[in-house]
């Protein structure tokens, strides 16, 4: 018989120190494990009841039904709800998430989401994902342009809680497919259930039907062409299942062109990549500015800093910068 007192205390130190108390988990049993120290030939013989037969055959596995999104399931990502619809989806992009409450401002500004700058910024993860977690349930949802094609940058984003993903500099056909590879849970891709801060009930872990088995119905991914390699390649890029929208890179298509936005040159890379996502049925992205320019439906809209200086000229307007000007001192005209 157990000594009452003794379960008591136990207990009472499992509370303070934040565990379960030993009685509180359930004895484990293992009817399907291998016998202790003895080889169970399962890579040749499937245990009673098993769906896939045989001998282990990884291309040949049949995946389980465990992680499927449940029936009828809906999509409960606005960026990916407007995408799908047609909407004009935008972005709102910023740079310094240090302080959250700047972030938080951006994303109850009426953006649809928040591009969040990785790529040209030298923020932290731990701060960008302490601003996506200040205002979870703010009008735009999170989003980011990594630095790269890379399964530690993706894992970052993503586990971060990011719902719209961008990915830069995609030159080829094999870095696309890199990009969902990481992207998804399988089996659509390979991305790890390590979980994160995605999965905390205060961003998405209470989302009907549950973050893991949702997410990949929900995340909009984005890759952006932005050389002359990835222009030749654009029309396999934009035929990668997985991938939602492709971005015409006007400032980077410049910088490796070597035209102007205008010049002929110029204007026939935009069209590539307009006729890559057309003939492969996917969304067109670009800055803000080409809001108007035919079949573009996603975009970049300025940052921060933009903003507060645009909102504080509407806002002032005759008395936009008429401060006076002293005569002396370091504030005098020079």
Partial sequence: ??????????????????????????????????P????????????????????YNDAKWKYGTAFDAPAGAKIWNPAKIKLMQGGKLVGGTVRAVGEPSTYCA???????????????????????????RSCPRAGAVP????????????????????????????????????????????????RS?????????EMWGRVPGGYRNTIND???????????????????????????????ASGDIGNFSGYRQGDPDYERAINIVHDAAI???????????????????CFQAQNEIAQITRGARAEL???YNTQAKPEVGPLAPK
């Avoid at 202790?36 to 499937?46: E, F, I, L, T």
């Avoid at 951006?106 to 996506?132: C, L, R």
């Avoid at 259930?193 to 009930?201: I, K």
């Avoid at 003939?279 to 439906?297: E, H, Q």
Wanted: hydrophobic share 50%; proline share 8%; aromatic share 8%.
């Fill in 1 to 34: 018989m157990r000594n009452p007192i003794a379960v008591s205390v136990v207990s009472l130190a499992c509370v303070i120190l934040g565990v379960a108390a030993p009685h509180a988990f359930p004895q484990q049993k293992f009817p399907l494990a291998a």
């Fill in 193 to 201: 259930a390590g979980g994160g801060v995605a999965f905390e009930p």
């Fill in 106 to 132: 951006m994303a109850n500004a009426g953006y649809d989401f928040i591009w969040t700058e990785m790529q040209h910024w030298p923020s932290s993860w731990d701060n960008v994902v302490k601003a996506w």
């Fill in 279 to 297: 003939k492969a049925g996917k969304k067109l992205c670009g800055p803000f500015a080409w809001k108007d320019r035919p079949d573009f439906t």
């Fill in 218 to 248: 929900n995340l909009v991914l984005i890759v952006m062409i932005e050389t002359l390699e990835g222009l030749k390649n654009a029309d396999e890029i934009a035929k990668v299942p997985g991938i939602h929208a492709i971005f015409a």
């Fill in 317 to 319: 307007g005759d008395l």
């Fill in 143 to 190: 989003g980011v342009r990594i630095a790269y094609t890379d399964e530690r940058e993706i894992a970052r984003a993503l586990d971060g809680g990011a719902l719209v993903l961008v990915v830069p500099t995609v030159d080829t056909v094999e870095e696309a497919r890199l990009a969902v590879q990481w992207a998804y849970f399988p089996p659509l891709g390979k």
């Fill in 36 to 55: 202790a120290g003895k080889d169970s030939n399962a890579r040749q013989v499937p245990l009673p009841g098993a769906v896939n037969q045989g001998p």
